[in-house]
């Protein structure tokens, strides 16, 4: 598949080098060969050896199991000189009819979230809707933070611990992206900015695209910019912490500092203050910084 081919223009069905999709599935829509790979996923150690693979699927019939496993093997399996091993589709097969089965349809009631409303100091409240965490203001509304989170992500944690979990995942997730690795499937991400924020209320968001794949992220402009050096060292000579409080508790990150200058090229101003300063980044379409004015307020 050549590079230059945008993704809107492919369909699966088009892939010549790989196997074809519906077959891919047909491969899979099978109990026994569902039931190798996740022997194989429930494996502590890998490669696992034909003999030691067909007690664990608890299967009599050698020529029968080796005609399954022979299906797999390929796309979904790799036979090494130790025996079995995953290929990386074999493993999201797993994954993904797993992770429906962490946590079916979890309830969690909204909670209360460190921080206040960037807009009126009202109280924080995370809720979880359609495999999303939000976090808004109970007072006036406002959103803070709006993300995927995967219902797996709820298991056995306190409210605490989900909040922590779902930070620490809009921040990773964010930076991979941003240094143009796709988290879903390795590939290239280009990143555009926009005035269109979806729900959240900042001027301006980034907008991370797979090139491969499609998969998208959308976040605030501001998250760029909590590892980003000069924000790191002005917070640091102010003895301020950026590590150890959720981003949403930043109002640069999620509030109203962030200006658009221009957007032809693209300039977005994020204003940062602490205690008596003040931090201007100025950052290009690429979420590049291209200017750091620090100046005292009066
Ligand atoms: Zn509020
Ligand atoms: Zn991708």
């Not at 809707?129 to 109970?138: A, Y």
């Not at 003040?278 to 009066?298: F, G, H, I, M």
Request: hydrophobic letters at 35%.
């Amino acid at each position: 598949m050549s590079e230059t081919d945008a993704v809107e223009d492919r369909l699966l069905t088009d892939c010549v080098d790989c196997l074809d999709p519906a077959e891919a599935f047909a491969v899979v829509g099978n109990e026994t060969r569902l039931a190798i790979l996740e022997a194989l996923w429930r494996s502590a150690d890998r490669p696992v050896a034909f003999s030691d693979l067909r007690r664990r699927v608890g299967m009599r019939d050698s020529a029968q199991f080796n005609y399954h496993l022979g299906k797999l093997t390929g796309q979904f399996v790799a036979k090494t000189d130790e025996g079995y091993e995953f290929r990386h589709a074999g493993e999201k097969v797993v994954r993904a009819v797993l992770s429906g089965s962490f946590n079916e349809n979890p309830t969690v009631e909204p909670f209360e979230v460190p921080g206040e409303c960037a807009d009126c100091g009202g109280t924080l409240t995370a809720s979880y809707v359609d495999e999303h965490l939000s976090v808004g203001c109970r007072e006036c509304g406002r959103l803070h933070a709006h993300a995927p989170f995967p219902p797996g992500g709820l298991t056995d944690r306190s409210d605490e611990e989900v909040a922590h979990a779902f930070d620490q995942r809009v921040r990773h997730l964010h930076c991979l992206a941003a240094d143009g690795v796709c988290p879903e499937c390795g590939g290239r991400m280009a990143t555009t900015l926009s005035q269109d924020a979806g729900p959240l209320d900042v001027a301006a968001c980034s907008v991370h695209r797979c090139e491969q794949c499609d998969h998208r992220i959308r976040s605030p402009v501001g998250l760029s910019l909590l590892d980003q050096s000069d924000v790191v060292g002005f917070h640091t000579s102010h003895n301020a912490d950026l590590r150890g409080r959720p981003h949403w508790t930043f109002e640069w990150c999620v509030g109203d500092r962030t200006t658009v200058l221009d957007d032809d090229p693209w300039r977005v101003r994020v204003a940062i203050p602490l205690n008596e300063e003040e931090l201007r980044v100025t950052l290009d379409s690429e979420l590049a910084v291209v200017a750091v004015e620090r100046r005292r307020l009066d």
